[in-house]
């Protein structure tokens, strides 16, 4: 096994992609995360398709947030995975980490090559993601809810007791705001004035055994964090430009309060035959389904490459 | 020994009888957590939809809503995974469940490492420990799909709470569809006379393959499918140890408090035999295949036998 040596910057791996240069323009920001996003999907569909088991349709509707935060707009360091001031980040719907290994292979955290071992034994890529298994991972995740919980204590630390300025990012998922914890949680987040923690929430609008209406409704949910003290702000979780402005405007916030953003997504989103299907929440692909979804990433990476001549 | 590989998996046998038997006995309900694809309760609730809540992802909020209806009186089943159910919301059971003793029985799934490929956070390998612990409640763990089926019917004519720890993946079958199962009840699957291997659920069939492995060494393993945990079938284990005058007790769950505690404990004051226990030694599991899981572990049939080889030695 190997171990997470923090700080040991003699390992560290080159990541296929840098974090955006600042002197980029919004556009050329946006193009090149649009284009980092459709490997990273690409990447979940190899990961699951050789696993032959995870969570491909959260994976997806998450990866356009989860971009934009690694390669963009979170301050981290893949050599120093442990560094105190970087900002975290917390997928507390863990069944989704497909998209989280993916970010921190990318990115340099560790060897891409090693993405294909998800769920097997002795692998660093836990079926839900172990904080101590691999480096960059904030927390672990899986049981829902409880992510969520762990972000607002690492807010915690980071506001009242270790008086860092990071900021702690958090992806929920939409059933998972079911738990009770989650509430419980928010209401300490409020007490608290996180005003360091930005919780996005992935609706996809589908959960294991339905949609969120059929299984619990929650809607509305903008209403719901709103009374529980946060600052509510709605994205097209799909949109770059969106993902990108709305999450730096609850990054930049700071107003005393914790930030919700509600992202509307598509479960599946990128592949047409998972999007909206509730079949494809934790199902892997066969060969032919397979050789679909990478097709059809492909000729969505052509085109990109194309936006950009 | 060849086993026949299950068609379902357990978890999947118990939700099919608990839905055969909805239309003879119409006094019970469901209650799930947005697991229903998973613990297979959606059969249930394509035929009695009336009958069948769905609470979402939220455990403890579906464990004090059971308890609720139970207490006017209604047969609840709760459907879940075994760490939701057992240690998430384990307060509730035990103040709200087992001790006004309420009619609410659990199809408890992930059984063990047999959530291999899932990881720590979906395998529930301390939920022997918490639920025998608890007073009132009884521990029913089924080896194949017959025995699951036989299961609910325990569960459902049992008064109280019970629970029944399954399996997430299909494994194999061993017993005959018109088996009898009863509270309290073991099966010898396998007579011997050097050694007795006491186990449970999936591991009944590591049992058996150590007891393979054992004969080509000349040993003559004993293995004994402890079905019911609690309560559990002391007799036979003295009848059996009377024989054999050594015991392994073999289970997919961490050792310290399972069943190999409670079996050792009883030997210790009853019938004094060396004795190994083999489970989980402090540790969590990990992600994996489930076969290679349990043998990374010190699980495996190879596992057991090399163990109670030893032990067998000791004796002589």
């Known amino acids: ?309 | 020994m060849n086993f026949v590989p299950a068609k379902i998996a357990t978890r999947r046998a118990f939700a099919e009888r608990m839905t055969e038997c909805a239309s003879t006995d119409k006094d019970f309900v469901v209650f799930e957590s947005d697991l229903a694809k998973s613990t297979y309760s959606y059969l249930f609730k394509e035929k009695h939809p009336e009958r069948y809540f769905n609470m979402g992802i939220a455990e403890i909020g579906t464990m004090g809503a059971a308890a609720g209806m139970a207490a006017e009186g209604r047969k609840v089943i709760v459907c879940g995974y075994g760490v939701f159910i057992t240690m998430r919301a384990v307060e509730a059971i035990r103040s709200f469940i087992c001790y006004p003793h309420l009619n609410v029985k659990f199809l408890s799934s992930h059984g063990g490492l047999t959530a291999a490929i899932d990881g720590v956070t979906h395998q529930s390998t301390e939920d022997i420990a918490f639920m025998t612990t608890l007073p009132r409640m009884k521990v029913l763990v089924p080896a194949d799909t017959a025995a699951a089926k036989a299961a609910f019917d325990i569960a459902l004519a049992t008064p109280g709470p019970v629970f029944t720890r399954l399996t997430r993946d299909p494994l194999y079958e061993l017993y005959d569809s018109g088996e009898e199962f009863h509270l309290g009840g073991s099966k010898i699957v396998r007579a011997g006379k050097d050694v007795t291997i006491a186990s449970y659920g999936d591991m009944v069939f590591q049992a058996l393959a150590a007891a393979d492995e054992l004969a080509k060494g000349g040993i003559d393993a004993e293995v004994i499918d402890f079905y019911s945990l609690k309560p559990w079938d002391q007799a036979a284990l003295a009848q059996s140890l009377k024989k054999t005058q050594a015991l392994v007790v073999a289970e997919n769950h961490q050792k310290r408090n399972g069943f190999g505690y409670e079996a050792a404990v009883w030997v210790l004051q009853n019938t004094p035999v060396p004795t190994r226990l083999i489970g989980l030694e402090d540790t969590f599991g990990e992600s994996g295949a489930y076969q290679k899981t349990l043998e990374k572990f010190g699980l495996s049939g190879a596992a057991i036998a090399e163990k109670a080889a030893a032990l067998v030695a000791r004796k002589k």
């Open chain 1, 1 to 309: 096994m190997k171990t997470n040596r923090a700080g040991d910057s003699s390992l560290s791996i080159e990541g296929r992609y840098a974090p955006n240069a600042p002197d980029l323009s919004l556009n050329a920001r946006v193009e090149r995360l649009r284009r980092i996003a459709n490997v990273m999907r690409r990447n979940v569909i190899d990961m699951v398709y050789t696993a032959q088991s995870g969570h491909i349709g959260g994976s997806l509707s998450a990866a356009d947030i989860v971009t934009a935060l690694y390669f963009d707009l979170m301050n981290v360091d893949p050599a120093r995975p442990h560094w105190e001031e970087r900002d975290r980040f917390v997928l507390s719907k863990g069944h989704a980490c497909p998209i989280w290994y993916s970010a921190l292979a990318l990115r340099g955290f560790f060897p891409e090559d090693e993405l294909k071992t998800l769920r097997r034994n002795d692998s660093r890529l836990q079926g839900h993601p172990i904080a101590s298994y691999l480096p960059g991972l904030d927390a672990s995740t899986g049981s829902l809810g409880l992510g969520f919980a762990q972000a607002v204590g690492i807010a915690m630390e980071g506001k009242l007791v270790k008086k860092k300025g990071y900021t702690v990012f958090v992806v929920l998922g939409d059933g998972e705001i079911d738990e009770g914890v989650v509430w419980e949680a928010s209401l300490a987040a409020s007490k608290y004035g996180l005003d360091n923690l930005v919780a996005i929430v992935d609706i996809n609008n589908l959960q294991l055994d339905g949609t969120i209406g059929e299984v619990m409704p929650t809607e509305p949910i903008d209403d719901k964090f709103r009374a529980f003290g946060f600052d509510v702000l709605t994205m097209n979780g799909h949109d770059m430009a969106d993902v990108l402005m709305t999450l730096a405007k609850a990054r930049n916030a700071r107003a005393g309060r914790p930030v919700c953003v509600l992202a509307r997504t598509v479960k599946g989103k990128g592949v047409d035959f998972m999007e909206h299907e509730l079949d494809w929440h934790g199902k892997a692909p066969n060969d032919e389904q397979y050789g679909k979804a990478c097709a059809q990433l492909e000729k969505t990476g052509r085109e990109l490459e194309g936006a950009e001549a």
